[in-house]
């Protein structure tokens, strides 16, 4: 494989991995299970980014 495609496929792949596979998906479904009717909790949650320090979508 090229090494450009690899530099180009690495950050993508550690970001599926953390957000789909494990790392933020779990620990979202453990908090959202135990805060899910604190409106201070859903306030945060809409307004933190998840992964990036900035809003994506």
Do not use: C, H
Request: proline share 5%; no cysteine; hydrophobic share 35%.
């Amino acid at each position: 494989m090229n090494k450009n495609f690899k530099n180009f496929v690495s950050p993508i792949f550690v970001y599926i991995m953390l957000k789909y596979i494990s790392g933020v998906r779990i620990l979202e479904e453990r908090t959202d299970s135990k805060w899910a009717n604190d409106k201070n909790y859903q306030k945060y949650k809409k307004n933190t980014p998840e992964l990036f320090p900035f809003k994506i979508g």
